[in-house]
């Protein structure tokens, strides 16, 4: 069975950065694409990045040049780097495999959510 595990949110202020973990136990990472999304209060999930098994990077226009996707087959772990954040940042940030795509639908497994405030 896939679970997927995020770490790393909480509370920043705006300008601030933060880094999320997303733990893979199951499968090895290695052979998955991976992506991140978000979710506001109200809003529907959206996609924020995605890395494909070959290491090819796909950012949202919102967070690119502000956040950093990435991961270590070692630790069997996914990452994104958050510089820059602004309120609307602010979200329900979710871990998922299985897909490259920026729907939501097309991935196969989820992690949990993290929470992620900024504050202005």
């Known amino acids: 069975q896939v679970q997927l595990v995020e770490s790393g949110g909480g509370l920043v202020q705006a300008g601030g950065s933060l880094s999320l973990s997303c733990a893979i136990s199951g499968r090895t990472l290695s052979n998955y694409a991976m992506g991140w999304f978000r979710q506001a209060p109200g809003k529907e999930r959206e996609f924020v990045a995605a890395?494909?098994?070959?290491?090819?990077?796909y950012y949202a226009d919102s967070v690119k040049g502000r956040f950093t996707i990435s991961r270590d087959n070692t630790k069997n772990t996914m990452y994104l780097q958050m510089n820059s954040l602004k309120p609307e940042d602010t979200a329900v940030y979710y871990c998922?495999?299985?897909?490259?795509?920026?729907?939501?639908?097309?991935?196969?497994?989820w992690g949990q959510g993290t929470q992620v405030t900024v504050s202005s």
């Open positions: 998922a495999a299985g897909s490259i795509t920026d729907s939501a639908r097309d991935y196969l497994y």
């Open positions: 890395l494909s098994w070959n290491d090819t990077t």
